[in-house]
């Protein structure tokens, strides 16, 4: 171990040894309580050396039910998952565990990150039964479910990830349907992939019983009544995913467009593009508009809405096809130096992400409905300003 790993470990491993130092200053035991802190450091400095063994001996010599000593277990293995070291985590938080005399909600806290320890070494099996285990836990229920959905999360287990969320609101009283509508979108397009279109419908149905307002079920179930060439279904439901989330227009428009022209409803389209005309929007939403215009009446009229709307609501991606949009138009002499510009923003365009995580700040090219990130559902957006949308 090298020594910034090591001052990197003692940092906070210092600030416990001088808490521990502060609640044991008792002036009528000066003995036992060097005895304490001479053996806290033997304990640190073993561990620190890699003689796992010894140095738990050193720590069972502490006070052996104490809740301080648990929690200095508990600590130093969280330390150490975190740097990767999941076998001394493992050791340090069975100890905590293996005390039968430690009050119960100290050992269950060690049984929870005994479960992290499991998961972090790919043991999902071991983790998930001692997960299981902590359900009937009066202090760590809800850590436990939460853990379960994650871990079923990443094993893609949706069926089994839908069972625990309902037994999570029944036994805790917590609010789960979002995550439960996700789940079922999930068996929904994992049945598409496998061409059962009947049952993609009906896990999209249950996930609407389950959260009425889920957008990502609405926009589903919108993109399969196009394809059915339900075309009014289709513009019926698109219009209630723009009603809840109005950002996702540009995840849409396109969609939306088509089953318009489908749809032969020539004085819809023209309100649709009329309404989109008079307010604000996604960059996406000018472009797929502008060339709606271009069909419905010239270039030129086209060539005015986007104007009119990159003025409302600048943006590089508006500035780029402006730019383009010159080359063209440009004189000979001036037409390579346009062409300069044009790849310089070609390039500064393509190196901005378009969406972002609202909870941990992962961006992205591409829409995700879970975080890939920090794992939260519905938390990641399109990039709205002059560097997005």
């Not at 100290?106 to 990150?113: C, D, P, Q, S, V």
């Not at 043991?123 to 998930?128: I, V």
């Not at 994650?150 to 037994?167: F, G, K, M, P, T």
């Not at 271009?294 to 060539?303: K, P, T, V």
Request: some cysteine; charged content about 25%; glycine content about 6%.
């Amino acid at each position: 171990m090298s020594i910034p790993d090591l001052l990197w470990l003692l940092l906070p491993v210092a600030a416990v040894a001088g808490w521990f130092a502060a609640k044991r200053s008792d002036a009528k035991r000066p003995d036992a309580f060097w005895d304490y802190t001479n053996n806290f450091h033997q304990g640190l400095n073993v561990l620190l050396s890699e003689q796992q063994g010894k140095a738990l001996e050193l720590f069972d010599d502490l006070s052996g039910t104490s809740r301080d000593t648990a929690d200095t277990h508990i600590a130093l293995g969280n330390l150490y998952r975190r740097r990767g070291e999941v076998e001394r985590a493992i050791l340090l938080h069975q100890s905590v565990i293996d005390k039968v005399a430690l009050p119960e909600d100290i050992r269950e806290t060690a049984r929870f990150e005994l479960a992290r320890d499991y998961g972090s070494a790919g043991l999902l099996d071991r983790s998930e039964h001692v997960l299981h285990e902590l359900l009937g836990s009066e202090h760590r229920r809800g850590d436990a479910y939460d853990s379960l959905l994650q871990l079923h999360e990443q094993e893609q287990d949706w069926e089994q990830a839908i069972a625990v969320a309902i037994e999570f609101e029944k036994n805790t009283g917590n609010n789960a349907r979002a995550r439960i509508a996700h789940y079922y979108c999930e068996r929904a397009v994992l049945a598409q992939k496998q061409q059962q279109t009947a049952s993609a419908a009906e896990f999209l149905e249950k996930a609407r019983r389950h959260h009425p307002q889920c957008a990502r079920a609405l926009m589903m179930q919108a993109s399969m009544a196009l394809e059915a060439g339900d075309h009014d279904l289709s513009l019926t439901l698109y219009g209630q995913v723009e009603s809840l989330r109005p950002e996702l227009m540009p995840e849409i428009i396109d969609s939306r467009f088509a089953a318009l022209k489908a749809a032969n409803q020539p004085l819809q389209l023209l309100a649709f593009v009329k309404r989109i005309h008079e307010q604000k929007n996604a960059y996406s939403v000018i472009r797929s508009t502008r060339a709606v215009i271009a069909e419905l009446h010239s270039s030129e009229a086209a060539d005015r809405f986007f104007k009119d709307q990159i003025l409302k609501r600048p943006s590089l991606k508006g500035l780029r096809d402006w730019v383009h949009d010159q080359v063209a138009l440009s004189k000979p002499g001036e037409r390579d130096k346009v062409q300069v510009i044009c790849g310089l923003l070609d390039q500064v365009v393509e190196d901005k992400p378009a969406y972002r995580c609202n909870s941990c700040g992962f961006q992205g090219n591409v829409m995700h409905w879970r975080c890939p990130s920090c794992g939260q559902w519905d938390s990641v957006s399109t990039i709205i300003g002059v560097e997005g949308e």
